[in-house]
């Protein structure tokens, strides 16, 4: 193992705002590592949409400056005390941590997975905490059954597509939404429905192919613009799922809305499923098992480490589809 630096390069905010924050630097000081962590050399960073949250101040940042960065694959460099996993230096592993936008990263290794030799560490990477998410929306916070009518938001982005592919493989019928120029690649998918939700009126769309039944689950990310009308959408005793904001934060409303359909209203996180060593063991295997089978990773655009503004203008300029990498 080569020895470990003092200093790396990463890329941190000292303050919120636009992608003009984000500052790339060569001098930043080495993670310690410490009880139950391990130091994990970055080969690929990936790129979600809540380093977005945090860097505009919608979820505050724990301190200044802060690395952002939510996921990351590379070799492992030190392995600290406590319950480690058997993890080793040398492993190639694939993990979710805060600020992997950077050279090296103390992560627990409660969430460091050592990456099975079937699987490329790009396609790991590219799935890992889009496609944790995807699962746990499935099996956790709505349990999807073969048969199920379901509404999925934003499918051509990266959540959304392996969302989608996992949900055809359960025997659901799908029914997606996106921006016009996302839809033939959505369409790939085979979806029982896309819908251009831009130009068309997605709930409108919903209720007559459900007959006016609507949706067992619909799975939110867009937040702001799409929360009512998924809310329409949801049949007698489903699921609205909303678990992200792309387009701002859910406005506030009155919970009686619920009763019209005895409705559920989840607003989950995808660590809140991940608590137990269990539970992320459970949930990644299934997910490269899936991999396994076929479900396509789609990466969108691998950038330099330092060109991460343009990565965030993308994601946020919606021009992205699938996983957006950073190369460290
Ligand atoms: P995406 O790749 O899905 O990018 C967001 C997509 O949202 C865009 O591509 C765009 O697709 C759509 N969108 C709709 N309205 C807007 C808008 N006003 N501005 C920007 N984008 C918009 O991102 P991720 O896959 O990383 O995340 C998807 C969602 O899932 C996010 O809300 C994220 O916060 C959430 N999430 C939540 C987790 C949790 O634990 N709760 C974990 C992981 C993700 P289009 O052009 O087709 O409209």
Not at 295 to 308: F, G, I, N, R
């Amino acid at each position: 193992m080569a020895p470990i630096p003092k200093t790396m390069k990463g890329v941190t905010i000292e303050k919120t705002g636009g992608v003009e924050v984000l500052q790339y630097k060569t001098d930043l000081p080495m993670p310690t590592v410490k009880e139950g962590q391990v130091l994990v050399k970055n080969e690929l960073s990936g790129i979600n949409y809540i380093d977005t949250y945090f860097r505009t101040g919608l979820y505050p940042a724990p301190s200044f400056p802060y690395i952002l960065g939510r996921d990351a694959s590379g070799v492992v460099q030190q392995v600290g005390t406590g319950e480690t996993y058997s993890l080793k230096e040398g492993d190639k592993v694939v993990y979710m941590a805060q600020s992997t936008y950077a050279e090296y990263t103390a992560a627990p290794a409660l969430h460091v997975k050592k990456l099975p030799s079937d699987i490329n560490a790009e396609t790991a990477i590219a799935a890992m905490l889009q496609g944790l998410t995807a699962i746990t929306l499935i099996r956790e916070a709505h349990p999807v059954k073969s048969g199920d009518w379901v509404l999925v938001h934003a499918a051509a982005g990266g959540v959304g597509l392996l969302l989608v592919q996992m949900l055809k493989d359960i025997g659901a019928k799908v029914i997606a939404t996106c921006s016009k120029g996302k839809i033939d690649l959505v369409k790939k998918y085979n979806p029982e429905l896309i819908i251009d939700y831009g130009n068309e009126d997605f709930k409108a769309k919903v209720l007559e192919i459900t007959k006016g039944e609507g949706v067992a689950a619909v799975f939110d990310g867009v937040g702001k613009t799409t929360f009512d009308g998924s809310l329409d959408c949801v049949a007698r005793k489903g699921s609205m799922v909303s678990f992200g904001n792309a387009s701002g934060a859910v406005e506030p409303f009155k919970i009686a809305r619920l009763s019209a359909k005895n409705a559920k209203l989840l607003r989950p996180t995808l660590f809140g499923y991940m608590a137990t060593r269990e539970e992320f063991e459970k949930y990644t295997t299934e997910l490269f098992d899936f991999i396994k089978k076929g479900m396509e990773v789609k990466v969108h655009e691998t950038y330099p480490l330092k060109d991460v503004a343009k990565a965030h203008e993308e994601l946020e300029g919606r021009k992205s589809s699938g996983k957006l990498l950073l190369k460290i």
